[in-house]
């Protein structure tokens, strides 16, 4: 059983940036694929960015290609989504989640956070 705690979401102005930690209970260390989620009101759950086991491999969503950066740090059984140049229209809650098999949809990942507001202002 793997429990994701995680923050740093919060108000930000367009243009800003925010940075989003997971945090995995346990010594998950590199077991599970990370990944990053977000679900806006009324709207489904999409597809974030993902990031390897060991890190060496990430993927994006068209949407926030080259102003999010997903990393991890196995030591500290974290995982990071630093987002830039942020926009009106990625408001909407983050959701971390981790599984043993690499996928981009919802139903691929069976351990999930409690969610982050992630707010931005125009």
Do not use: H
């Not at 997971?22 to 077991?31: D, F, L, V, Y």
């Not at 890190?55 to 068209?62: E, I, K, L």
């Not at 229209?89 to 507001?117: F, H, I, K, N």
Request: charged letters at 20%; aromatic letters at 10%.
């Amino acid at each position: 059983q793997v429990q994701l705690v995680e923050s740093g979401g919060g108000l930000v102005q367009a243009g800003g940036s925010l940075r989003l930690s997971c945090a995995a209970s346990g010594r998950t260390g590199s077991r599970y694929v990370m990944a990053w989620f977000r679900q806006a009101p009324g709207k489904e759950r999409e597809f974030v960015a993902r990031i390897s086991r060991r890190g060496g491999s990430t993927d994006y969503a068209d949407s926030v290609k080259g102003r999010f950066t997903i990393s991890r740090d196995n030591a500290k059984n974290t995982a990071y989504l630093q987002m830039n140049s942020l926009k009106p229209e990625d408001t909407a809650v983050y959701y971390c989640a981790a599984d043993a098999s690499l996928g981009s949809r919802p139903v691929d990942y069976d351990y999930w956070g409690q969610g982050t507001q992630v707010t931005v202002s125009s």
